[in-house]
T-cell receptor, first 116, second 114 residues
Framework: GAVVSQHPSWVICKSGTSVKIECRSL??????MFWYRQFPKQSLMLMAT?????????EQGVEKDKFLINHASLTLSTLTVTSAHPEDSSFYIC????????????FGPGTRLTVL | GENVEQHPSTLSVQEGDSAVIKCTYS??????FPWYKQELGKGPQLIID?????GEKKDQRIAVTLNKTAKHFSLHITETQPEDSAVYFC?????????????FGRGTSLIVHP
């Protein structure tokens, strides 16, 4: 199957700092990528849809100025958590359809963010 | 939008037993139903999926059944093994702007006791 990678796999930062998470499609091009947040023992909650070459679409309740998304190429989307606070600590996961418009999604391994 | 309900939230079985997890969905237009396995600290991994033009699909010890009339689909795992222990999520996609965005169930924590 298609491979999606994320970097870093885990990160610890101080409150007030910004953290960037990368999501890469390794063997296919992804015009669309999705960012999810998962709290312990909960399901995946969609945060935003990242579109190559255009602005991201954010789900209701997700602050676009806090969670900056950049989809600069067909294989890379980045999520920057700005001015992170302890409540932003979570597991962040990206996914991408292997083909534009396809229903099948491939997920990255996730990034564990801990804000002290 | 799509609403997905998943049951049970926790399922404990003995090694070798079968496990069944059920999901219901609300949007009758949904036509693709994946199941994901998530191990601790990892991203979800697609284990099996089914499209609305078939009623059942099997892959070794894993099967998925779909009842479009009742709007539910189920994951069946036979001859469970300890390595099957994980959280399983069902999903039903909602089409938006040319993309399919899955709505996930709440997850089922499967525990297989040796």
């Amino acid at each position: 199957g298609a491979v999606v990678s994320q970097h870093p796999s885990w990160v610890i930062c101080k409150s007030g700092t910004s953290v960037k998470i990368e999501c890469r499609s390794l063997d296919f091009q992804a015009t669309t990528m999705f960012w999810y947040r998962q709290f312990p023992k909960q399901s995946l909650m969609l945060m935003a849809t990242s579109n190559e070459g255009s602005k991201a679409t954010y789900e209701q309740g997700v602050e676009k100025d806090k969670f900056l998304i950049n989809h600069a190429s067909l294989t890379l989307s980045t999520l920057t958590v700005t001015s992170a606070h302890p409540e932003d600590s979570s597991f962040y996961i990206c996914s991408a359809p292997w083909l534009a418009g396809a229903a099948e999604q491939f997920f990255g391994p996730g990034t564990r963010l801990t804000v002290l | 939008g799509e609403n997905v309900e998943q049951h049970p939230s926790t399922l404990s079985v003995q090694e070798g037993d079968s496990a069944v997890i059920k999901c219901t969905y609300s949007d009758s237009a949904s036509n693709y139903f994946p199941w994901y396995k998530q191990e601790l600290g990892k991203g979800p991994q697609l284990i099996i999926d089914i499209r609305s033009n078939v009623g059942e699909k099997k892959d070794q010890r894993i099967a998925v059944t779909l009842n479009k009339t009742a709007k539910h689909f189920s994951l069946h795992i036979t001859e469970t093994q300890p390595e099957d222990s994980a959280v399983y999520f069902c999903a039903a996609p909602g089409a938006s702007g040319g993309s399919y965005i899955p709505t996930f169930g709440r997850g089922t924590s499967l525990i297989v006791h040796p």
